[in-house]
Structures are given as C-alpha cells and as structure tokens.
C-alpha cells in the first residue's frame, strides 16, 4: 500500500496547472483533465517514490503528455477506420419515433462527447456502480466520477438549452 504523506497537497498545487497544460496540447478541456487525472492516479500509486523526488510534478507532466499524445494517435486511428466502416455499410434504419433518440433527452445525449455518455449510460440505464464501471472499462474510479460529474452539468446545460427554445418559440 503507498503512503498518501504529502500527496492531496502535490495534487491541489499541481492539478490546474497540469489541465491548463495539457488543454494547450489538445485543445479539449475535458480530455485533458481525463488525462492529468490519469496522470495523477498513476502517480499516487508510485508516491512512495515520486514523493522523494525534488520535481515530482516532471513526471506528471511527462505521464500526462504522453497519454494525451497517445489518446490523439488512438482517436485519429478510430476516425480512420470508422470512416471506411461506415463507407462499407448501409445506413442504419432510422429508430421507432417512440424510441429515445426523438425525445430532448435522447438528442441531448447524443451530443455529449462519447466517454461521457458512455459513464451515464453505464451508470443510469445499465446500474452499475462507479467501481464496476471503471472495471468494466478500465478507468479509474476517480476518472469514472469526473466523468459522470461533467457529463450531468452538460446535460443539464444541454436540456436547459432546448427547453429555453421551445419557451422562446412558443
């Protein structure tokens, strides 16, 4: 077990800086604080050696940069083969009117970013728990929660949204 002596301060000292830097990198907010929070995860369980350091917060950052780098590699190979997947098949047919996708809440979810609506899926329609979550998609649990917090304000934000133009409309 690591010794969390000095890490909850590291953590509060460093994060945002840590977020801000990697949002410079990627330019997507909310994939940069999954990264730092990463980042920080993988730290807390080395502290015993990372605390001795005299820049423990060089290896975060370098941690960091290097999952964000390996998250565009990933995200650009996944556009490529979805692109000739969805060149190759038909399009699917479009679902009954009844279904979730014609009411706000289905067209909201739809504009969250996929890792969000994947945590609220898994969360709320197949009621998992944060832990079984991150096990299921090999998250850590703190990420799981970062997530599901995010993608709830979006959604929130989201439906707020649309309910103000209907209002407006009608």
């Given at each position: 077990?690591?010794?969390?002596?000095?890490?909850?301060?590291?953590?509060?000292?460093?994060?945002?800086?840590?977020?801000?830097?990697?949002?410079?990198?990627?330019?997507?907010?909310?994939?940069?604080?999954?990264v730092v929070?990463?980042?920080?995860?993988?730290?807390?369980?080395?502290?015993?050696?990372?605390?001795?350091?005299d820049l423990?917060?060089?290896?975060?950052?370098?941690?960091?940069?290097?999952?964000?780098?390996?998250?565009?590699?990933?995200?650009?190979?996944?556009?490529?083969?979805?692109?000739?997947?969805?060149?190759?098949?038909?399009?699917?047919?479009?679902?009954?009117?009844?279904?979730?996708?014609?009411?706000?809440?289905?067209?909201?979810?739809?504009?969250?970013?996929?890792?969000?609506?994947?945590?609220?899926?898994?969360?709320?329609?197949?009621?998992?728990?944060?832990?079984?979550?991150?096990?299921?998609?090999?998250?850590?649990?703190?990420?799981?929660?970062?997530?599901?917090?995010?993608?709830?304000?979006?959604?929130?934000?989201?439906?707020?949204?649309?309910?103000?133009?209907?209002?407006?409309?009608?």
């Amino acid at each position: 077990m690591w010794e969390r002596a000095g890490f909850e301060e590291f953590y509060q000292a460093n994060y945002g800086r840590m977020v801000a830097l990697v949002t410079a990198v990627t330019g997507d907010r909310v994939e940069a604080e999954d990264v730092v929070q990463d980042a920080f995860a993988r730290a807390l369980t080395r502290w015993n050696r990372l605390g001795g350091y005299d820049l423990p917060e060089a290896w975060v950052r370098r941690v960091s940069l290097r999952l964000a780098i390996d998250s565009g590699r990933r995200l650009r190979r996944v556009v490529r083969v979805t692109a000739r997947l969805a060149a190759q098949r038909p399009a699917p047919p479009p679902p009954p009117e009844d279904s979730l996708g014609f009411t706000d809440l289905g067209r909201a979810l739809r504009e969250l970013p996929l890792r969000h609506r994947e945590v609220l899926v898994l969360y709320y329609l197949a009621d998992l728990s944060v832990g079984q979550i991150a096990a299921e998609r090999g998250l850590p649990p703190g990420t799981v929660k970062t997530r599901l917090a995010a993608a709830r304000r979006r959604l929130e934000r989201e439906l707020a949204e649309r309910s103000e133009a209907v209002r407006d409309a009608g």
